[in-house]
Every structure is written in structure tokens, then in C-alpha cells.
């Protein structure tokens, strides 16, 4: 008896000191994840700068402007200090910062729809970059504090504007990062000399982030003329001075590609800012790597960068604690979503990354595509990026994440660095116009006067064909079904298989909402048609496998 009495007190002893640590922890990651404070900016004059409306879509602010084209797409141009220029980007693209912010935190409410775990996610997302000011310089510190006073206060119980514009530079790593989502999951490649029509240089890569159609919605062309370091221009969104696609006036280009990660439990450099800092201060490939040395990141990333001045591009890979470069020495590259270099090629986790997810799959499409179609020619790279078949092109159905099309773009583009002309494209996703600009043009401009078009149209690239087709007007059935039970509306299990016969997530999305229904016959079917189907990763697979064993087991209780 007396030794029960000693078990049971020693364990509530232990159990006190554990409630203690965890209210004391829960305390800690409360205060820090609220932390985050301006930088002091010693002159703020920028703030007396008046947006002037000019004509149609034009709004200027001396010789800073934005416009918006006839695509559908937002054409900006700032110069200046950094918190000056954060002040102008902010006064300039106010509305598409507030709904672009609108659009990030619907989709994720739509996500998450419980409001305690979203607080509770809150303080989780805080804590984990609790530390990120120290790991941002204060250039881009200050004008992201320039953008942030633009910012809608309605957003207040996320946090303070600066803290939350801030933040929002590292969801790109967060988002990847925990459990491995892998919401970004893009392609890129790049052709020069015997490669290409001219033997210039020409990359493309599809941008494949999504958070929601409406976060997509209102793209911005920037164009940056700062009074440090190189201009560039670069594609974006209301309130992101990071950079994930973009050229500078030397011809350097950078993009990124997510790669496997494991969870981070404090910030570094978001991969964005790295990518920005790049484009800013890289004239040639040597220049970068020295950038990317120097920025410890708290996520594995690759940055295809592509340099007039070297006539080549490489692949700088990084994790959070080493860097390899992966240099084909030939004239044509390819980047997916896992390592290539010998530093990172038997990686424990790069190992796990090509067993099981669509990225060895989607490179060995990206290969053969670009095998047929040498040499390459802006509308050859526009026709790679938009193509939606699988190996030796078979149909995998519309929207898999094995083609190099997979149908969720935020946007794609393409670069000819030695002329430094960079294609655009336009919704939905890579299907509409690609818009050319030739960068000279666009700085050499000092100002706009009138609302008119700063593109090369004798150079853009035509919609694609399939817009017009049957086999489209399907794909927006299935994908209304897709999106329906996403939002747990209902499902027409009969339409979402139809319109998307070789798709298996067709069936996926019909076996799912039967599931919810309970009529575990028909969801069993579904899901065992799926299994005879591409199915893009090892995980989605076994996902379809246990639904059906839970069918089996539903089944059995019910006789």
C-alpha cells in the first residue's frame, strides 16, 4: 500500500512539473510569436508622397507608376531608398496588397477551419520565426516596413502590419517545411549555344504555388530601380518584395524549386529574400554563390541561375546547413524538386525525395520534351511548360503533378538573358498570352506619362490552343468538383470522373466524398479504378490503400 502511494505521488509530481513546463513554454511562444518590431528609419519624409491618378489604370507617384494591362496583369515601377520604395510600392499597389492578404487568409481559413487551431497555429508560425528579423538585412527590413504601412489593420489578430508582411516573406518556407506540403512543386530548365535557334541563352520554369484561384489573381510585374546594386525586374504580388522568379539588368536570372526539408524549429533567411539579394547584387554566377554562402536558410532550396556575363546557368543547392552547386558543364539544364550535385545526391532525405514523390518522374518528362523539341526557340519553351502528358506522352489525366503542366501555376516565364527580354504569362495559369518586355525599354522609360502598353506585342506568345478545346471545358468540371469538396459542398461522383477519365484523382475526390456519405461500396470502387491509374507519389498511394482497408472495415460493421 505504501509503495502505491509513493508510485502515485511521484506521479503527480511528474505530472505537475510537466503541466509546468508546458504553461511556462505555452507563456514563452505567446510573447515571443507577438515580438516582432519595426526597424527605426531615420527619415520617413517618404511618408508625404501622393499617389496621382493619371489616365485609365495609371497611377504615378513622381516618376513611379503602376498600371494594368490588357492580360490581366499589374506593371509596376519603383526606385529609390528602401523604405522610400517600400513606401511608393506600398502607396502604389495598396488594393492588391489588401486583397491579396483578403485571399491568402480565406484560403486558409478554408484550409483550417477551426478558429482555435488556427490561433493556435498562429502562435506556432511565431514561434518558429521568432527569430527572423535577425536573419533579414535591414535594407530589406526597411522596406518591407515601407510596404507594411499599406497593409490593412483588419488583420490585426494575425499580428501588427509589419509583423505580418514580414512573415508573409516566409510562407513560401513554412509551407514547405511543415509536414513537407510541398505547395511549391515547380519546373524549371534552361538551353544555350547548339541548343537553342540563335545560341542564346533561354530558361523558362512554371511557378506551381497555390493557396487558392484568387491569390493568383492580381500578378505584378515590378520593375526596381534601387539606389544600390543592380535594377531588376522580377514577378509578384501585393506586399512580397521577395523574389522567386526574375532577371536583372545584367542578365542574371534566379528562380526557385522546393526541395525535401526537414521541420525547422527557428527562422533563417526566408528563400525569397536569398533569391532578392541575389538579383539585386549578382552580376555573374560567382557573385551569387558568394550571396548564398553568406544567408544560412531554414529549408533545402535549389536556385537555377542562369548569367549572360558566364553564357551558362547552374544550380545552386542549399540546406539549411551546407551548399552544393550542380553545373551540367553542357548547354542545357534541368531542375525539378530534388538534388543533383554529389555533395546532396545520396542525402537521406533527397533519397526520400526521389522514391516517392513526381519530381524524378516530372525531370525525366522535362528531358524528353526538351529532346524533341532542340533547338529551342521562345514559343518551344512556352509549348515545354505548358505541356500536360506523361512519358512517352501518355495521358495522366489533367492537372497530375508528374506532367510539367500541372495545371495550378501561380505564374510561369520565360528568360533570353543576353537580350534581356523576359516572357510573362497570363491566367489561367500558363494557358493565356505570355507578355514580352525588354528591360531596357522598360528603365529607360524615367516615368510614364500616358496609360499605354510597356510590352514588345509583336513578341508575345499566343494562348495555348487547349483553351479552346472540349477536353478544357471537362477540366473546369472536374475541378469545380475538386474545389466543391474542398469547401465540403457536395460532389457530382459522376461528373468529376467523366470530365477527368485518366486522372486518379478524379476518383480519389468521387471514393472521398462517398466516404463522407457513407456508402463505402461505390468509394471502395472509386478508389480501387485510382489504383490502376499515374498516381503521382508514394504517399497518395498509400493514402487510396488505407481508405480501402477503412472501407473494408465500415463494411464489415454494418453486416
Known sequence: MRFLKWVFKCLAIFIGILLLILIVFSAYVYSVSDNIQPPKVADTSAFALKKQHVEGSLYTIGDNWIRKNEFGLYEMYVSGKPFERGVKNGKLSQQQIVDQEIAFTQQIKQMIPSPGYLKFLKYIVGFMNRDLPDHVTEEYKEEIYGISH????????????????????AAHDIGHALQNLMLVGCTSFGAWDSKTADGSMLLGRNFDFWVGDKFAEEKIVAFYNPDQGHKFMFVTWGG????????????????????????????????????????????????AIAIAKRRKMFVSESFLVGSAADHKAVI??????????????????????????????????????????????????LQELMQQNYPLTPQKVANILRDRRGLGNADIGEGNEKAVNQLIAHHSVIFQPDSLRMWVSTSPWQLGTYVCYDMRKVLAMHGLQRDTDISINNLNIAPDSFLYSGTYRDFLKFRKNKLALLAHQPVDTAEVVNSNPEFYDAYRIAGDYCMQKKWYVAAENYYEHALHLEIATVTERKAILNKIKACEKQKKNEE
Open 150 to 169: 499599406a497593409a490593412a489593420d483588419s488583420f490585426n489578430w494575425i499580428g501588427n502590419n509589419y509583423a505580418r508582411i514580414l512573415n508573409y516573406h
Open 240 to 287: 512580397f518584395t521577395g523574389v522567386v522568379s526574375g532577371m536583372n539588368d545584367k542578365g542574371l536570372t534566379v528562380t526557385i524549386n522546393a526541395a525535401r526539408s526537414d521541420i525547422p524549429f527557428s527562422a533563417c533567411t526566408p528563400v525569397s529574400l536569398v533569391a532578392r539579394e541575389v538579383l539585386q547584387y549578382a552580376g555573374n554566377i560567382k557573385e
Open 316 to 365: 545552386i543547392e542549399k540546406t539549411p546547413k551546407q551548399l552544393a552547386i550542380y553545373d551540367p558543364n553542357k548547354d542545357n539544364i534541368q531542375c525539378t524538386n530534388h538534388y543533383q550535385s554529389k555533395e546532396f545526391e545520396t542525402q537521406k532525405l533527397n533519397i526520400e525525395q526521389k522514391a516517392t514523390s513526381a519530381s524524378v518522374y516530372r525531370y525525366q518528362r
